[in-house]
């Protein structure tokens, strides 16, 4: 990959980042805001395989990091929101007016973060600062030690499947390679077979991404809800129950998936 090829790819990035940015500070859109931090992770899976050969480690600004952090509890909180309405028994519910009044002040409170509040034109700013410390060459043996590392982590990840953020970390890795693609098709053959295809890794991304969603799921209605769990059982503690329910069956899943994969 030539340099001007690289300068281009962050360029770019940072223009579409930038522009979401925009769309977000108005009302803070849920679609805006998973598209601004689809955007962020492919760019930082980008220098993440750029900085195996850089003297200075590339990375996603403090300022940018912290309004990408806040966006995305803001959008688990409306996600929790939208989970909770479509839930059957939630129509007029006390509970569920209840736990979506916590939701929407909490939400409120994020908004009002002042980290959050960053100029439009630290992206540009930014992306010059990047440019100014690439590395003066990129060659495909960077791409295959970016490879090596991400199946080492891999291997690791797969002794501690019971453990969540494990399952978290498996995930991330394989959007790394996602998210890289272009390049490491080309590659592909140092991949384990059940994951040398990309619709293979997009298929067990979006089931860990699901497992991910549920587990989030029951803990913030554990921690903005907890008070309304007293008493009898009640719509939330179903919700509860059936959102573990399909946990667990994921789970099953993902043992699955993993089992396919086989390291020589």
């Known amino acids: 990959m030539k340099q001007k090829e690289i300068i281009f790819f962050i360029k770019r990035s940072f223009k579409k980042t930038g522009k979401y940015f925009t769309q977000i ?5 849920i679609e805006a805001i998973h598209k601004f931090r689809t955007e962020i992770k492919k760019l930082r899976a980008f220098l993440r395989l750029l900085n195996v050969h850089s003297e200075k480690e590339l990375k996603i600004p403090k300022e940018i990091k912290n309004f990408y952090s806040c966006a995305g509890n803001i959008r688990n909180l409306q996600l929790q929101i939208k989970n909770i309405n479509d839930y ?6 006390p509970l569920a007016i209840a736990c979506l009044k916590y ?8 908004k009002e973060d002042p980290t959050i509040y960053i100029k439009e034109e630290i992206f ?32 690791q990840l797969l002794l501690q499947l019971d453990n969540d953020e494990a399952l978290h970390n498996i995930r991330k890795i394989l959007k790394d390679i996602l998210y890289n693609w272009f390049l490491i098709k080309h590659y592909r053959r140092l991949l384990p077979s059940a994951i040398a295809e990309k619709k293979n890794i997009e298929s067990l991304a979006e089931i860990l ?13 554990q921690t903005y809800c907890s008070g309304l769990f007293q008493g009898e059982e ?12 399909e946990k667990l069956h994921l789970k099953q899943q993902i043992y699955y998936y993993m089992r396919l994969i086989q390291f020589t």
């Open 88 to 93: 059957p028994e939630s129509s007029g519910n």
């Open 25 to 29: 500070i108005i009302d803070f859109e």
């Open 209 to 221: 991404g699901d497992y991910c969603d549920k587990k989030t799921g029951v803990e913030l209605l």
């Open 234 to 245: 009640n719509m939330l503690q179903r919700i509860i129950e059936k959102w573990q329910e």
């Open 124 to 155: 540009g700013k930014e992306a010059k600062e990047l440019i100014a410390h690439l590395p003066g060459n990129f060659k495909s043996r960077s791409i295959k030690i970016f490879i090596l590392k991400k199946l080492n982590e891999l291997q």
């Open 103 to 110: 939701l929407n002040a909490e939400i409120q409170l994020y």
